[in-house]
C-alpha cells in the first residue's frame, strides 16, 4: 500500500481517488514483471502519463480512465506496479489473487491518522531488496522483451508519455491536498 503523494496525485489526474485510493490515501499496488501482464482486450486503449519530466510512467486507459500500473521509464528494467483496481474489483477476490498487504509505504504523506496502522515513513530495506530481486530475476529470464507497455523492438513507449504541464500539476495537487487532513 503506497501513501506517497505521486500515487495520491495520480488518482487525482484520473478523477478517480474515491476507487483507487484507500480512507488514507493509500493505493493498493503489486509489484511484478510486465511479461506477466496481459492486456486482453482494449491494448490500443493505453495511455502514458507523467507528472513531472522525470516522473515515472504512470498507465492508465484513455477511454474510462482506469488505472494500469507504474513503471519505470525504460522497458529495459522490467517492473511494473499494477493499481490493485485494475486487477479486480472486490478486496476478497483481489487478495485471493494477489495476496496480503505486505507492507504499508510513505504513510508520512496519508491522510488523517494511521498510528493503528502499520505504517512505513519509507520504503522498508527488505521490501526494496525484494523487489530488486525480482527485477534482476525478470531482467535474467529476459522479461524486457515482453511487455504491453514498450516495444519489444525499440524499447519505446507503446504510447507517448504526456507530461502534465505546472498548471495542470498544481490543479490536481490543490485537490489532492484539500482532502489531506480528512
Known amino acids: 500500500m503506497c501513501y506517497c503523494d505521486d500515487c495520491q496525485s495520480f488518482a487525482h489526474f484520473l478523477e478517480r481517488a474515491d476507487e483507487i485510493l ?3 490515501g493509500g493505493t493498493e499496488v ?3 514483471s510486465p511479461a506477466r501482464v496481459e492486456i486482453s482486450a482494449g491494448a490500443n486503449r493505453l495511455a502514458c502519463m507523467r507528472l513531472t519530466t522525470k516522473g515515472l510512467f504512470r498507465w492508465y486507459t484513455s477511454c474510462c480512465r482506469t ?3 507504474n513503471t519505470l521509464s525504460t522497458g529495459r528494467l522490467p517492473f511494473v506496479g499494477l493499481i490493485q483496481s485494475c486487477v479486480a474489483a472486490d478486496a476478497a477476490r483481489r487478495e485471493a489473487v494477489l495476496g ?8 508520512r504523506f496519508a491522510k488523517g491518522d494511521v498510528s493503528a496502522l502499520d505504517v512505513h515513513a519509507r520504503a522498508p530495506l527488505g ?3 525484494r523487489a ?5 530475476g525478470a531482467r535474467l529470464r529476459g522479461d524486457h522483451k515482453r511487455s504491453p507497455f514498450f516495444d519489444a523492438r525499440s ?3 507503446v504510447a507517448a508519455p504526456y507530461v502534465l504541464t505546472d498548471e495542470e500539476r498544481r490543479r490536481v495537487e490543490r485537490v489532492r491536498d484539500a482532502l489531506k487532513g480528512v
Open 22 to 24: 484507500d480512507a488514507h
Open 30 to 32: 503489486f509489484q511484478t
Open 67 to 69: 488505472p494500469i500500473g
Open 100 to 107: 496480503p498487504i505486505r507492507a504499508r509505504v510513505f504513510g
Open 127 to 129: 521490501l526494496m531488496a
Open 132 to 136: 530488486a530481486r525480482m527485477l534482476i
Open 155 to 157: 524499447g519505446a513507449p
